[in-house]
């Protein structure tokens, strides 16, 4: 049974600096993994996607790698606002049109 | 500005009653899929449907918890009898079947919020 967690569960911030947010999972063999956003009292919003046979993906000061044979997922949020305050969860799809499996996710606060 | 449409966002009821909660997919769209999160088990996948058609409910505890699309525009999520147990946020995402097939792209609601006393 595919397990994913994400460590630290929170991370607080000064306004600026980069954040480093990372995801484990037991099984490597995945479809491909997921960077979503949660904001408090909404629905979860899709961040990046990574097909098994990437290695990262960007978008804007986002960036995650994928690490599958480590079971890794980073994404990095660079020159972090107050406004990426948020939860971030990680989730991966073990094969095409599947279930995702969530992490715990990570719950930020950038300090302005 | 499409979305996903669940109501009613907060549910407060008490236990032994029955809940129903609704999801409007975004038009168009062809799976739907029902979550539950909490604090303790984190984000939990309920059901899955395709074309109306339940493909998984394994999550789903089936003594209590029933999940419906009786049209393309409507699914439903209902609890019978609710139990202190049940509180959680519930979840609707809805996506294309390419996307979904393809890629497990989905699109969530803002989710309800029940409370089971």
């Known amino acids: 049974k595919q397990e994913v967690t994400q460590i630290p569960a929170a991370l607080s911030v000064p306004e600026g600096e980069n954040l480093v947010l990372n995801c484990s999972f037991t099984?490597?063999?995945?479809?491909?993994l997921q960077w979503f956003r949660q904001d408090p009292g909404k629905g979860l919003t899709s961040l990046l996607l990574i097909q098994s046979s990437q290695r990262e993906q960007t978008s804007g000061r986002l960036n995650a790698s994928l690490d599958k044979s480590s079971g890794r997922s980073t994404l990095y949020i660079a020159a972090s606002q107050p406004g990426d305050s948020a939860t971030y969860l990680c989730?991966?799809?073990?094969?095409?049109?599947?279930?995702?499996?969530f992490g715990g996710g990570t719950r930020v606060l950038v300090k302005p | 500005d499409a979305r996903v449409t669940q109501t009613p966002r907060h549910k407060v009821t008490e236990m032994g009653q029955e809940v129903t909660m609704r999801c409007q997919p975004i038009?168009?769209?062809?799976?739907v899929f029902w979550y539950r999160q909490t604090m303790m088990q984190g984000l939990e996948l309920l059901a899955y449907f395709r074309n109306r058609a339940p493909l998984d409910d394994s999550g789903m505890p089936k003594d209590r918890f029933s999940a419906e699309m009786p049209d393309a525009t409507l699914a439903t999520l209902k609890i019978q009898p609710s139990e202190p147990r049940d509180s959680a946020v519930y979840f609707c995402?809805?996506?294309?079947?390419?996307?979904?097939?393809?890629?497990?792209?989905?699109?969530f609601g803002a989710g309800t919020r029940l409370s089971v006393l």
């Open positions: 989730a991966v799809g073990k094969a095409a049109g599947n279930k995702l499996t």
């Open positions: 099984d490597s063999a995945i479809y491909n």
């Open positions: 995402a809805s996506g294309f079947e390419a996307e979904t097939l393809a890629k497990n792209i989905q699109y």
């Open positions: 038009l168009g769209h062809n799976t």
